[in-house]
């Protein structure tokens, strides 16, 4: 189970960091966390859920959205079970529920909903002008 927190209300320009911690190291596929490729999803009302950072199980390759590559910065600490996602000079536009997913192991790379499953409860974050 992954379980997301860190949301909250800002102000344009500000910063937020968002954690998606898995409540144990295995999942239930076999494969453990340090395994695991995980993304980070957000869902603005009355819009899909759309792809906004993707790490992989070392940490040592990540892939960004258009809307958010160079603000954002996703990272990952295997010891605590956890993906982070450091936001900066956010926009209203970023004002969505955040949800942190485990990569399918056969869907490396892809950016589709359809290829990350376990998802957490999301977190609301809301950015005002």
Request: hydrophobic share 35%; proline share 2%.
């Given at each position: 189970?992954?379980?997301?927190?860190?949301?909250?209300?800002?102000?344009?320009?500000?910063?937020?960091?968002?954690?998606?911690?898995?409540?144990?190291?295995l999942?239930?596929?076999?494969?453990?966390?340090s395994?695991?490729?995980?993304?980070?999803?957000?869902?603005?009302?009355?819009?899909?859920?759309?792809?906004?950072?993707?790490?992989d199980?070392?940490?040592r390759?990540?892939?960004?959205?258009?809307?958010?590559k160079g603000?954002?910065?996703?990272?990952r600490d295997?010891?605590?079970?956890?993906?982070y996602?450091?936001m900066?000079?956010?926009k209203?536009?970023?004002?969505a529920?955040?949800?942190?997913?485990?990569?399918l192991?056969?869907?490396?790379g892809?950016?589709?909903t359809?290829?990350?499953?376990d998802?957490g409860q999301?977190?609301?974050v809301?950015?005002?002008?």
């Amino acid at each position: 189970q992954l379980v997301e927190s860190g949301g909250g209300v800002v102000r344009a320009g500000d910063s937020l960091r968002l954690s998606c911690t898995a409540s144990d190291h295995l999942f239930s596929n076999g494969y453990t966390f340090s395994q695991i490729a995980m993304g980070w999803f957000r869902q603005a009302p009355g819009k899909d859920r759309e792809f906004v950072a993707l790490i992989d199980a070392t940490g040592r390759s990540t892939d960004y959205s258009d809307s958010v590559k160079g603000r954002f910065i996703i990272s990952r600490d295997n010891a605590k079970l956890t993906v982070y996602l450091q936001m900066n000079s956010m926009k209203p536009e970023d004002t969505a529920v955040y949800y942190c997913a485990r990569q399918l192991i056969t869907r490396w790379g892809t950016r589709e909903t359809s290829g990350f499953e376990d998802w957490g409860q999301g977190t609301q974050v809301t950015v005002s002008s």
